[in-house]
């Protein structure tokens, strides 16, 4: 069964550095495009940034500049550092990916469960 599970988030001052991870595991047959969306309280999730297989990046106009989204192929990982960090980036941070699985014959959307940030003094 294939699954998505973040780590990194936590608690940091305005101005400070996060580095969030998301691992993909199981059949694993192949991954499309990885990324992050965030939900902050009484909102809606919004995309924070993706990245394609190959390479190529999309970001959330309020991030560019200070996240940047990466990933590691041969480790189904995605990672997303976060500087320069705000209070209104506070959030649920989830981990996205377009995966097919060994044992299906298309694609599917696949979500983490979430990692908390919290931008505070």
């Known amino acids: 069964q294939v699954q998505l599970v973040e780590s990194g988030g936590g608690l940091v001052q305005p101005g400070g550095s996060l580095r969030l991870s998301c691992a993909a595991s199981?059949?694993?047959?192949?991954?499309?495009?990885m990324g992050w969306y965030r939900q902050a309280p009484g909102k809606q999730r919004e995309l924070v940034a993706t990245?394609?297989?190959?390479?190529?990046?999309n970001y959330a106009e309020s991030v560019k500049g200070r996240f940047t989204i990466s990933r590691d192929n041969a480790k189904n990982t995605v990672y997303l550092q976060m500087n320069s960090l705000k209070p209104e980036d506070t959030a649920v941070y989830y981990c996205?990916?377009?995966?097919?699985?060994?044992?299906?014959?298309?694609?599917?959307?696949?979500w983490g469960k979430g990692t908390l940030v919290t931008v505070s003094s």
């Open positions: 990245i394609t297989s190959g390479g190529s990046l």
């Open positions: 996205n990916a377009v995966i097919v699985a060994q044992s299906d014959s298309s694609a599917k959307n696949y």
């Open positions: 199981g059949s694993i047959f192949g991954i499309g495009v």
